[in-house]
């Protein structure tokens, strides 16, 4: 937790209101974004990626699971997200258990759309192998590695650089003898399918503080907000999830006003994330 | 500390994980050319001369061409890494035969670590298939090879790939087939050792146009592999090993767990190409088809009759898989219900290797010189004859030959293979006994220097600090002595037995201390370990240890100080055993009898001495012993063992007869029993989980069923739900007839299976059970010279007392139980190989002895009958209809009573019956002498 | 199974005595007074170090040396096969209180009395030999964080396969059930401070495997102190001394 003194405090909202941050930055301006992908070799896509202080890295696992009887030509996905002590010392033991699941479920509206799947940011029906029998179950996790504001918007960041990053073992299923029986899946050991990421949106978190809202707070300024209005946008444009935090209520015009700003910053978090994805696989690609 | 130099990362995707594995890619890898200038050569291990080409094999050729690698032609190999992996994953017995080849120093073979070397590792292309890339990866190793050794040699890809040879040509690379350098060697003998490749690869019009006749398909198609996996899954199809039946090869047998039952395979058309030892996938006939063939032999297709030989009586289950009817062959249709019958549909796991054998005769033989086609016909009747090209015909007709099989395809009737070497001509002893010995995996080399080094200096006498050991107890004042055959010089057990004041006696058995000349982790105990057993031919033994240890410094010979590993009980006069104590001990036999001078002694009323004395107390102690055993349930069971006398300049036999079992031998027995019993709970009480045990497992009702029928059909009731109801009802079947009772036990003996050695840790203590000798608990304690049990027993003895550390491989269970299963297969190939030792021996005693003898009928066949001679323990075909025809109905089968009838019912014959018969050797084709059994 | 060719390499390209890759770097978690990322190869560490600083739970404050707790996890991709494991299961505790142990011994506990030291170790991937890539990463935070030790602790681990001693088990060289000897030292001092074996092993072996250890855990501060060292001059480069 942040503890801040009065002087500090009337600081930071001061700066907000004439548009000069502490750290120099404009309301609507990014820290410095970095970007690496393949972090982890294991999994099947993976993506660290650093917003000034905040560090987080987001994982892709894919597993040969079964449709959801209800969605048999829809393929799963499943966000977890877990705070790491290293980032601050209270996610010790359970203490970061609150924190982990406020932001994995604003994951999930953010990225997975409605229950049905509708709207979703990741195309699921291109994750289905044999209608109804098998599919690609996705896990991504999300972890936390240091913590200084925007987890939310780094996270989701990392896990848009994870799925570009991503490749699918591509699957032969033979021709099964009758239709009851598990079809038998072969998995190529060489080729792997890039997952198509066009559709995955970034979010944008605009918090409110004092009568203004700012992008990407650190920490400290995030312990000032009244609210916080999480947008995912795509690239076209559209919202794809909206969660709001914070307690303090808002004006219904705000949050049009809320989302047209995100809109367009959304577009320059957009070009700035592929740049550094491209940047970024580049890099790995010499290793 | 050393430092990676290149660091590369490969992916791999498992199942569905993806796997990540590091590898470090190295500079220090040499490439084994005794001249290059810049690795390190004193490792390199090819031929020193750049003259001669550096010849790199691909994958294909170590898989198919191994039989030409070992030939000291070839020469000058590189084996890279990839391509010695791909022989690991494809075929283990062709990979170790590379590997004995790429350390054989007398070989120019070299082993290149392609794969983890910075300059020769390939990385994936995606879209790239594995073999692609590993063809890859052995064209850039050639190419390195090529520029790394500068054009000092030349260097030569060998390759039968014919998109590898294109690929590597165009690359600059030169690349050849096997073929055209073996050729190109211009020695036409090694040709033969090639194998065709099959057909679809390279061209084979020559070998077609030979065959008209072999366009014709003539069996079914085998399913693919995933075919076969899901038909296994949904239980349409059942997996298990196929086993020919050794007196019908058209008829097999796959024990299936799916269905719990074996499912019996008739004909060659059923069988589709599998090969005995095959693991292979078998769809189930319909069940209207599930009753068939009844002969004696099976005429498939019209082809030439395969008949049954004459051949050593069974003495168990093993040695006799099945070779009778399945109960259903009578025509009345309320009988047990049919076995279930099947075809293979697939093949899952191949069993080929090479077999021992000769050529068919040929009507015409082909020119010197030139290619012949010829028809090679194992040893092993369980193998289909084998069809195989050569241009040596002319040297091989009389000859005993390796054949190893390469491929069958639909259109052929039998498998083809290539010659690999040549054993001797036919009939000569020696030769025929190695091709016996090669035919159970018997290594009858003499043992290395490396092995020869690790035995004790000779002269060997025990030594005063064998004297001053504590562990040792001096036991020379003792009157040991040993009870053995006649002319036994491998005496790994002796006796003693003393009054003891208190009325008790104490007893004594004393075996050879093997284990204090034979170590754990030398060469000599892994040679030991390999061979399992010493094997017993007639006029010849194959030991386990090398001479001086079996013969001399183990051998508990009479009048000499040796080692010894003792048991020792106290007994009351009842047989009672009071406590049982082990030690190392030192002993001085005083007397290596005979059994027949043991019996002697014992019977000759007039003896008094000590000796004789000790000897009568132990035979009282024994009978006793015995009794006790009987009463629990152990069976006496029965074989036809025989002896021969051979003759010693020809070696030649001169007399046979069966084996007499005397008192003295059952006295040895019992206490050797006794010892081995005790010593099984001693060491399982202290390592539960790593005793070598010995269990025999309870015949089921299937296996007992023959025995069954016979014991009916002669209104004989036996009971077999426990081993002592059988052996009760065996002591009960008494008839007029002296031999009767011996008759039967004979054939309840074939029912059972051998016993086994197993690791205590694999199985449950329910599971111990020895059936045969009705103990919980058995092993192994007392033939350490000539078996490898035993010295692992010895061991496992010796740490329950803490005389030494238990070896480090007891620690490991998996290893234990491979051990376990090499001992059965070295046991079960040393019977083998003695049988077969025996049935050569008879023919040749026969060869100028026709004789008359009587035998009994044992078994009941639509055209003849299976019949036992006792006198010579051999067991053989009497035929009623002339050979060639089938009977056409003038004899029948009455399953019931077991009887074989004429249509008239003038005639019959019934099992059990005694016949009169005349053996003969006759020769129907040159070369091959067979015995014949006839009615009179 | 074949770990050793005759040639004497390992599966992974490695001779016996050769460790994987090492490769460190200091100052990954910004917020935190010292933090250290450490790799064994495929083994992948962060460790995070805050402290010395206010005891958090009073009752726990000792007046005459200073309170030092560790937490290990795991991320849930940090192995093969993804895991969902709760937090605080009996092996990460182990490892917790092995960690925290023996870099407590290390730690000049009594110049620092009424505070605490919190080490948190991430584990990023796991490819065999996590507890020694821990405990040399924990030590590098210690060190970023200033925090005043007897002597740096580093960690190896050897094993004994194909009767071969091998340096430094990787993942599949570790579950082929084989012992796993993981020993701690410290360096300057020449004292063990960290000794676990898992199999049973002949005291001769044990010996030889022990000293192989003892050799790998050398060679890791040998580059460890270059780490520091290097980082130490780019500090004095950045502050213009």
Redesign the interface.
Known sequence: MVGLSVGEKRFIQGGIAQDLRSDGRKRLTYRPIYVETGVIPQANGSARVKMGATDVIACVKAELGRPSPLQPDKGKVAIFVDCSPTAEPTFEGRGAEELSAELSVALQRCLLGGRSGAGAGIDLSSLVITEGKVCWDLYIDGLVVSSDGNLLDALGAAIMAALSNTGIPRVLVAASASPDEEPEVDISDEEYLQFDTSGVPVIVTLTKVGRHYIVDATSEEESQMSSAVSISINRQGHICGLTKRGGAGLDPSIIVDMISVAKHVSEQLMNKLDSEISAAEADEDEL | ????KV?S?R????????????????DD?PCGAPFCKVCDTSKARLSPSASSPILIVDTNVVLSQIDLLENPAMDNVVVL?VVRDEVKNRNIAVFKRI?TL??NSTRNFF?F?NT?HKDTFVH?V?????ND?NDRAIRVATQWYQNHLGGQTRVLLITNDRENKRKATEEGISAETIESYVKSLGQPNLLDLLVKPVSEDVEMEDADALRPSKRKVLYAEHKPM?EI??GL??KIYHQGKLRVNRYNPFEAYVGSESIGDEIIIYGRTNMNRAFDGDVVAVELLPQDQWREEKFLSIADEGEEEEEEDVHLAPNSADDALRNTNPPNSADDKNSVPCRPAGCVIGIIKRNWHSYSGSLEPLPMPAASGSIAHALFVPKDRKISKIRIQTRQLENLLDQIIVVAVDSWDRQSRYPSGHYVRKIGEIGDRNVENQAVLMENDICDEPFSRQILNCLPPLPWSVSAEDLANPIRMDLRHLLVFSVDPPGCKDIDDALHCTTLPNGNFEVGVHIADVTNFVHPGTPLDDEASQRGTSVYLVERRIDMLPKPLTEDICSLRADVERLAFSVIWEMTPQAEIISTRYTKSIIKSCAALSYVEAQARMDDSRLVDPLTTDLRDMNTLAKIMRQRRIERGALTLASAEVKFQIDTETHDPLDIGMYQIREANQMVEEFMLAANVSVAEKILKHFPLCSLLRRHPTPTKEMLEPLLRTAAAIGLNLDVTSSKALADSLDRAVGDDPYFNKLIRILATRCMTQAVYFCSGDLSPPEFHHYGLASPLYTHFTSPIRRYADVIVHRLLAASLEIN?LP?IF?DRTQLTSIAENLNYRHRNAQMASRASVELHTLIYFRKRPTDEEARIVKIRSNGFIVFVPKYGIEGPVYLTPRGEKGDGEWFVDEQQQQVKKMDGSVSYSVLQSVKIHMEVVEPQPNRPKLELSLI | MEFVNPEGLRLDGRRAMEMRQLRAQIGAVSKADGSAVFEMGNTKVIAAVYGPREVQNRSQQMSDQALVRCEYSMANFSTGDRMRKPKGDRRSTELSLVIRQTMEACILTHLMPHSQIDIFVQVLQADGGTRSACINAATLALADAGIPMRDLVTSCSAGYLNNTSLLDLNYVEDSAGGPDVTVGILPTLDKVTLLQMDAKLPMDIFENVMQLAIEGCKAVANYIREVLQENTKQLEVRRGV
């Open positions: 500390m050393l430092q990676s660091f990362k992916t791999r995707g498992g199942k569905v994980q993806k796997t990540v594995r590091e590898v470090y890619l190295r890898l890494s590997e790429c350390y082993v670590y983890l994936d995606s879209g790239e298939s594995p890339r995933s996996t899901s899954r949904c550390k480090q620690q």
